[in-house]
């Protein structure tokens, strides 16, 4: 009977583990494109962008955008990304409508957040207002 009670706590710790070492992992994204990457000053212009991702999970939820013009605190938005659901890697398309009100850069970041609110890495670019 012993025995039978220690093999049940090791089959418990094991099935934790496993779960605990699966859990939780980060996207990661690449390769971020954007185009145009010149737009017209105080002109509402579509701008669109792809990321590549990996998730081992396959649970990316969302598409986080920063904005921000000639180095002021970025502002943030997000999407959600009900094509990347139950992916392990792929491609995530987007478009964002920038309407720069002055000539100067406008410097985008993007990241991924999973369903535990896992962030994968920042990747940034920029984009000319003229």
Request: charged share 15%.
């Amino acid at each position: 009977m012993r025995r039978l009670v220690f093999v049940r706590r090791a089959a418990l710790a094991t099935v934790i583990f496993l779960a605990a070492a699966c859990a939780g992992e980060p996207p990661s994204i690449s390769n971020l494109t954007l185009s145009p990457d010149v737009v017209p000053a105080g002109t509402s212009t579509q701008v669109s962008g792809s990321v590549d991702f990996s998730d081992p999970d396959g649970d990316v939820e969302e598409l986080v955008f920063s904005l921000a013009m000639n180095g002021e605190t970025p502002g943030e938005a997000s999407q959600e990304v009900p094509t990347a659901a139950g992916l392990e890697q792929g491609t995530v398309a987007f478009i964002l409508l920038l309407q720069p009100p002055e000539t100067g850069t406008v410097d985008i970041g993007v990241w991924l957040v999973d369903a535990d609110g896992s962030e994968s890495n920042h990747l940034s670019t920029s984009v000319t207002a003229e």
